[in-house]
């Protein structure tokens, strides 16, 4: 069985290392294309995991951690720089 994992990170260079490190372990990667579409390309992969940015052009991270729980439970894993309590807080 092959693992898919659905990244949501705006930085280019972030998400194509992430995604060749990831493949190299032979997991199925899928980098999202569309910062307005998550939800829908999310339920178009049905990923096994999700690897979240905070900080998203258009919705933030929490939008649409919010959005994948109203439709799945399958686990979310924010991955940030984001340093603040507040963040720290909101990811818990």
Known sequence: MTYRIFLV?????????LQHQLEQWNFEVR???????????FTAFDPHLVLMDIMLPCYDGYHWCREIRRVSEV????????????????AM
């Open 9 to 17: 990170e705006d930085d280019r260079s972030i998400a194509e290392g």
């Open 31 to 41: 980098v999202v294309q569309n910062f307005r579409g998550v939800l829908g390309e």
């Open 75 to 90: 686990p979310i894993i924010f991955l940030s720089s984001a340093s603040d309590n507040m963040n720290l807080i909101m």
